[in-house]
């Protein structure tokens, strides 16, 4: 038996999980956010700016290695095209 379709199963109720407390990080931040003064504001803007410039420079790197492509991780392309769609609806919001 193949061990790639337990991993995908679980991976997948793995997601499912982690999309219920990005719900919850987003509230938080937004609570948090709004309670900052102008400078703590632009501390946390920076950080964010240079998380998201981090993760791309991460995503330009990988490499498409089969084992990891098997498990149902994104390539290369397909991760900074991912990417490049959070960076305008999730992460542009943000700011």
Known sequence: MSVVRP???????IAADETEHA????????????????????MVDAARSAAVRQLHDDLVKLTDDPEILALGVPDRRSALRLFAGLDVALWSQAA
């Open 7 to 13: 991993l995908r199963d679980r991976y997948q109720h």
């Open 23 to 42: 719900d919850l990080a987003w509230a938080i931040d937004a609570w948090l956010f709004s309670r900052l003064t102008e400078a703590g504001q632009a």
